[in-house]
């Protein structure tokens, strides 16, 4: 082994941290365990806040959060109980492309090889455990258990996490938290370096300007891995020069700006409005970025385009109709579409399809003494939102109703569309406003000097994570919540046992939160029943423009829905009692 | 294949639960999701109650301290999103011995075989990843997929569930749930027929007897897993008749009756009263049921008795000295030796042996003005306990005080000895609370009439799993909640980081819970700073005779412990400071 004579170091923890803010990390999240107390010492020195979450499941989902808005997020749990609590949100995080670095303070080493039955393990002297269950749900772990590998092992795992756009899993056992390591890798940054072009590059642009200039009727869909993927940019780009008609997935939405003339929303596949549906059938080709076909996202795959009309840009490759074009990297692809299309060569359409957009609902056309109802409430509540907000739909009847709303510039959109896991959007909303906030502060944040998160969220899923509303609160975070109170899972009632008692949850006193859990005896809180308390409530300067929590309780029918499956399922589940 | 001729059926899922109401199963806890709607629409026709948790791992704890109390819990998750969330209480079960049946809904065989990209899946097809998961935390697994084995399936899981104590794991596709099974083996209940006697079994009882008969100093130590083992009553015969210093482990603790004159209380090793040490010490043989020796139970092994000079009875046989039976049942080797135990032949003390044993601290002892400190706070709480109270003691600070409790007859003790989740017992005691009630309620509880369930816990662990208090408020669960208010994680402090910032947690006005989860106007709160403050609340009979949730705040400093580990920690991190 050749020896390094660089005598530079820095200790493991420093050496880590150090990594993760270069990434963009700016805060921590995660709760403290004696496995992992040591490691927290150096978090703060490092220059991160430590957040400190009220339940590792909470703070993993809120880590997703931060990642989602940020780019990469980061938590620390303590081996065994810390990482089992937060193992759904690293799943969630998988599934939907949340670049999270999970950290897990482990026993001493010496405990480990010894196999001692010590706590927090299952008692069978088998430590590896834990990080088998965490296998399944991350793109790549490693153990730090080897001072001479450890800064390159750390190098290696954060690629693959800003790569894949997944979690990765990082065991840090106690007694290697301040050893020492080489501090020279340090002078750079972690980077991704581009491999030589795969020898598909070119065959596939070929093919897909071929198809580009033949179209006579295309049009660009966009899904949400399209983030993850790096694209954002150059879609806009596309979407500016081509002006073709635009479209979203659920998940997509809000990755474009909605307030260009030729986006026209969510494209809800089965549920279209006739003329979009129409347009649709009538491609010839559709260019989609960042494909996440689910049964939730694509509306039970109703949404899905046909494959022989379509161009992908995926994780895999470039997809031309049935050939795959493997390793073609999706942004260094769409790169060099864009400096080579001709626009003379590319289908124009006339100024006016007709194709209906998005729309807001004035307030005008909501008689004010009408009790809220799903149908008109999103494109109402579409009137408070303002460039850069970040706005979180709650799976269930939120996830639906965000859909329908026009988002200003620069919204950042939080819908799931396959984890679906009720209660993810709670702690999600604590981490996309700290990183909103953070981003506001070193003024990258679309040159907004201030913007707000809002989160709508039903009953049942507030009651799961409802605890991080403290950390809300304890951090100061400019978040408000649109409390849905249909009394119980009505998502689950338009699936099946509408009126079955196993869709009741307890009746809390929702309003009372915010002092229960700390805040300001002047947080704002308000109780909203008909159109016309809804009116108020979002021209309130309080609400609109104060700090803090604020929180809103909606009330609306318990069998109610947004138009869409849920609206569909319910009138089912309605028609068979 | 041969066919059955029998033709009479029940749907899946009424075998199912019918079996579980056979093991005494009466609530099942849980949470409602897509994949098991069908599912529970046979629970309350089976004449089991829903529960309907908050979130599912708070259905998981609340599911292992029902079944702590009650011998057998269930619980009901969905696939994906709420078994992940619960696969942290499932691995304290399967640590601590709790006899957890896992149901799981998981999407229908069609969807699974097509590898169908559906919801709360990874989206890879793979729709195994995690029963995968899981099984690093059960004692057996099972999918009924198939209508022709899935009766027989559900009685062997069932007997790996009793058999083990430890928690087992069923899917059940939707589209199971309504097969028809043949209902014959309904008949008889399931049962564990014991096997032949090992041939080890005689050479162990000999042995057994040998050392019984020759010992000068014996004594009997009690650990937690002889509850599992079923050997409870087996233990307070060998305790009557030999009237041998008896001493238990924290796990032990309210397993054997402390009002017996020979029961001293936790043995805790380096920790111990002199006397105690001293007597131990000179033993010449340890009678030791159930052992469970993890660091935290054994006090960092300081109260593990030499091997050379006990006799344990474990799950995998007898142990004598370094010798070991192996597949001699515990239960039945513990019935023999008591029925061929000769009492002329062995050791009897003098009646006054002047080993210390737990005490009540009167409240004279106790100046009414000062402020409640640990070291006399558990030896006071002790005398508001009753004959037949369930007491759980939340890990922190607490689990080592309620240890200090002399307990009543009947009296049921929680405190985590290795698992050591924090955020367990205020689920579990909602759990424990309903197992209670209901054997209070079929008369098979020690002949009580009306018996409580007293949670004390710290404030950061509080904050954990907090909405399962609304389930103690709809169930109208008889539970007192002693909220110790240390402004933080103590146990943390003791450990590392005494003053930092991470072992701090939001501020809450604790005493609201009640009235935020929805609990009457009138239920009782109170907050106790001084020792006359404490004797006044423990004296009120609206709180130590009312029903529902009575909630106390306790106000204690931040640095206090009660003597023992993490006493000395915390004085030795003072020391660093």
Known sequence: MESQTSSETVKLAEYLFTRLKQLGVEAIHGVPGDY????????????????GNANELNAGYAADGYARIKGVGALITTYGVGELSAVNSIACAYTERAALVHIVGTPPRASQESRLNIHHTLGDGDYRHFAQMSSHVVAAQTNLVDPVTCAEQIDAILKQCIVHSRPVYIEVPMDMVAVPVLADRLRSE????????????????????????????????????????GLIDGIHQLINSTKWPTFTTGFGKSLVDESLPNVHG?????????????????????????????STNSYQ????????????????????GNETFRDVLAKSALSQLLQQLDSSKFKTYSTDLSLPRSQILPFKDAPSGSKVAQAKFWRLLANFLRPGDVVLGETGTAAYGVREMLLPKHTHLFTSVTWLSIGYMLPAAQGAALAQRQLVASSQYHSLSSARTILVIGDGSFQMTVQELATIIRHKLDVVVFLINNDGYTIERCIHGLNQGYNDISRWKYLQAPSFFGAPKDAYTAEVRTYGDLEQVLGDKAMADGK??????????????PAGPLFDMIRKQESLQ
Not at 38 to 50: I, K, M, R
Not at 200 to 205: E, I, Q, R, S
Not at 208 to 222: C, D, F, H, N, T
Request: net charge negative; hydrophobic share 45%; charged share 20%.
């Open 36 to 51: 992992n107390l040591h490691l927290l010492d150096f978090v703060e020195p490092a220059g991160l806040l430590w957040v």
């Open 190 to 229: 972690v980077s991704v370096i581009e491999p030589p072009r795969s020898p598909n590059h070119d065959a596939a642009l070929t093919k897909v300007l071929e198809r580009i200039y033949a179209a006579k009727q295309p049009l660009i869909l966009v899904d949400g891995e399209a983030r993850a993927l």
């Open 266 to 294: 969510v494209y809800n596949g089965g549920y279209a409005d006739p003329a979009i549906k129409t347009f649709m059938d009538g491609a010839d080709l559709i260019v989609c970025f960042g494909p996440h076909f689910s």
């Open 301 to 320: 795959w109703s949404a899905i385009p046909k494959t022989d009309i379509t161009i992908c840009f995926t994780w895999s490759g470039i997809k031309v």
């Open 548 to 561: 803090g929590l604020r929180m809103v309780e909606v009330f609306m029918d318990r069998n109610d829905a």
